[in-house]
């Protein structure tokens, strides 16, 4: 039997307390009977001093307890001989891990990670087994461990070698969690083939900076042991801003009030910059900012204004050091051209109807456009004018002609909303809904609230948080009934506290049609008027599919979903001039490279703007601590120093991995426990057993003859 840690028999040598305490141990003299003590005086009891050991049994048991204890810390296991391990396991298994993101493109930092790569390569033994990765926002395998077995071994290093030398540094992001998952699902893999290895390394060749995503690191199940060693490479400058532009405000606010986000790392020297747009021929163009941003923050500016007539271009961050990240790119938003058509026979300008409310939720902003198509019985929506529509709003009775114009317009896709404003739309109901025996009765008695919502609905899903699913404020004065049948293709999004249909959607062929049972003016509820009218109509209007903005604001890696869904072939154009020609419809995945791409399709070029993501201009070192609290197993210990462990290294890792596989450790302290329990037992029985007096002491006599006795 051999010991992990045979240190801790030191720790047996404190059985000498227990044998010392026995030896030193002072008891009081036997108790004997007696017949009376009043006529004695009371004097403390003489102790003696144990020259012999008393009760050895419980001492054995007490010493046993610590020469257990010792024995459990010092980790016991029999030693097998290192021949009948496995052959590949004299050896070691390893991925070296290379980043080629974007922030690898600061001066010296290319160069550095290769010729670190190929100092590991070169380091590697006859037995070992390597496989090779690049990673940026997405791990790339170069070299399998398959591969590098079926190699010379005299030309692995080199084969390996080749094809580090066709990386370059990209323009994508660092993600360090996905890139220690797929090598540590490596060794997984060469784990079920039956191949361990005595030291499995994962290393790691990458400027660590702080702006990397570790998502899936915590929690991640690690191969047993593996150990990750990080080869940072450090640039020579380390000053370093970036620039980016504000997506989701830079779109609602249009050009001139464009905001971009710069971001200074924590171990820059400047703080002083310059933010303008770049001219054709390079430089910077029209108005410039000065900007003030300390080292460590990032910081949101409004950008200078445009120049006239430009759509799209790119900003300029000056005064920095490094220039991989000082340029952004912009494409102003199109403007969406939205028709609504309206039935009905009331003037836009009159408070008390429906059309009145409607106009005035729907306003033109600088990426739409609304337009509205209304008709009238005198003059009404022609099936060429109601093509146009991407929403229809039906509020009157129409004819049956109208109503089968509006039906086949519906079940070619669209989306109405039919207000149900008079019981006499019954007709109009059965004939655009299809649903035949609805009837329809007036309730005017009192009023009624929403009583039952269904939040799961899209149309609802906004105000399914508890702030805002409160309907109760808004009374009802005037509804309809609606008496569904029972197989009616119908699904009740929301109810009154009567218990009638509210708002319906009932199924038209491709198309949806939403049925409100009530007005929203004045004359029939108190909905207009509430705040929560505003965001619900917005949201059947995106529901329909009639006001989904086009992005034009993406980062490297994105995929970019086609302009045109149908028709011819859609070509697209790169930054550097080349192009890729898709068919419509198919997402456009080679955004490489930040800059303007374009596409051509339907008779039409819609432009996009990709960018660096700004984490990447966080280049600040990232701690090995902050790894470490993920759980990453970082190396640490001269064990793991040399790329090549050695002989007596081996053998260590051989010991443990055998210590940990047997676990002696466990019995050993069962029968501590088992030791224990019988030496409190003992010790319990000793304390409470009275030995009996040798011989009764007579009273016959005098006390004085008593003591004397």
């Known amino acids: 039997m051999s010991f992990l840690a045979p240190l801790f028999w030191l720790g047996a040598l404190a059985v000498a307390g227990p044998i010392l305490f026995h030896l030193i141990r002072r008891a009081a003299r036997e108790r004997m009977p007696f017949s009376s003590v009043m006529f004695l005086r009371p004097t403390p009891p003489r102790m003696t001093k144990r020259s012999r050991l008393e009760h050895i049994s419980l001492l054995i048991l007490r010493c046993l307890c610590l020469i257990l204890l010792a024995a459990a810390f010092a980790r016991p296991f029999f030693r097998r001989d290192v021949s009948e391990v496995a052959p590949a396991s004299e050896g070691r298994q390893a991925v070296l891990l290379i980043d080629t993101s974007a922030s690898m493109r600061r001066d010296n930092l290319w160069e550095d990670a290769v010729a670190a790569a190929r100092r590991h390569l070169e380091k590697v033994a006859h037995t070992d087994q390597f496989a090779v990765l690049a990673f940026d926002r997405q791990p790339r395998t170069l070299v399998t461990f398959s591969e590098w077995s079926n190699w010379s071994p005299a030309e692995r290093a080199a084969l390996a070698a080749q094809r580090i030398a066709t990386l370059r540094p990209g323009w994508m992001n660092t993600h360090f969690g996905l890139a220690l998952s797929a090598a540590s699902s490596l060794f997984l893999s060469e784990s079920e083939t039956g191949k361990p290895a005595s030291l499995r390394e994962i290393i790691v060749v990458t400027d660590l900076q702080e702006g990397a995503k570790v998502d899936g690191l915590q929690g991640l199940e690690w191969p047993n042991g593996v150990q990750v060693t990080l080869e940072r490479v450090d640039a ?292 207009a008027v509430a705040s929560k009218f505003p965001p619900l109509m917005h949201t059947i209007l995106n529901w329909s599919g009639a006001a989904v903005p086009v992005r034009q604001q993406f980062f490297t890696g994105d995929a970019i979903p086609s302009p045109v869904e149908a028709g011819g072939p859609v070509q697209w154009r790169k930054p550097d001039g080349s192009t890729v020609e898709l068919a419509a419809g198919t997402v456009f995945t080679e955004t490489d490279a930040p800059g303007i791409y374009s596409a051509m399709g339907g008779g039409k070029e819609t432009r996009f703007a990709v960018e660096l993501v700004l984490d990447e201009s966080r280049t600040a070192p990232m701690l090995p601590d902050e790894l470490a609290r993920l759980g990453v197993p970082l190396a640490s210990g001269a064990q793991f120093a040399s790329a090549v462990p050695t002989a007596e290294q081996r053998r260590y890792l051989h010991s443990a991995e055998m210590e940990s596989q047997q676990k002696l450790w466990r019995p050993v302290l069962l029968a501590l426990l088992a030791v224990m329990l019988i030496e409190v037992i003992l010790s319990g029985w000793l304390a409470r057993r009275v030995k009996p007096a040798e011989t009764p002491i007579s009273m016959t006599g005098s006390p004085a003859e008593a003591v004397k006795s």
């Open 236 to 527: 020579r400058r380390r000053a370093n801003a970036g620039v980016n532009v504000l997506q989701e405000r830079s779109t609602a606010a249009g050009p001139a009030g464009l905001q971009v986000r710069l971001a200074n790392a924590r171990d820059s020297g400047r703080e002083q910059f310059r933010l303008g747009w770049v001219g054709p021929g390079g430089a910077l163009v029209g108005q410039t900012i000065d900007i003030y941003l300390p080292p460590g923050q990032t910081r949101t500016f409004l950008a200078p204004p445009q120049p006239e007539g430009v759509t799209s271009g790119s900003l300029r961050l000056v005064g920095d050091e490094q220039d991989f990240d000082n340029t952004c790119y912009y494409v102003a938003p199109e403007v969406r051209e939205v028709r609504i058509a309206y039935f009905g026979v009331e003037s836009a300008a009159d408070p008390r109807k429906p059309l009145f409310y409607l106009q005035r939720v729907f306003v033109d902003t600088p990426r739409r456009k609304i337009e509205f198509l209304t008709g009238d019985s005198n003059a009404p929506l022609t099936a060429a004018v109601l093509d146009r529509a991407s929403l229809a709003v039906i509020a009157r009775p129409l004819p049956a002609e109208e109503s089968s114009r509006a039906r086949e317009w519906i079940r070619g896709g669209k989306t109405a909303l039919l207000l149900l404003t008079e019981p006499a739309m019954g007709d109009t109901l059965a004939a655009v809904s299809g649903v035949a025996g609805a009837t329809l009765s007036e309730v005017d008695d009192r009023f009624v609230l929403l009583g039952e919502i269904d939040f799961r609905h899209p149309i609802f899903t906004p105000f399914a948080d508890p702030r805002y699913s409160d309907f109760t404020q808004i009374h009802f004065w005037k509804h309809r009934r609606w008496e569904l049948p029972e197989d009616a293709p119908a699904r009740v999004l929301a109810r009154f506290d009567d218990g009638s249909p509210a708002l319906a959607e009932v199924d038209v062929g491709g198309g949806r049609l939403l049925v409100l049972t009530s007005g929203w003016h004045p004359e029939d509820s108190q909905l």
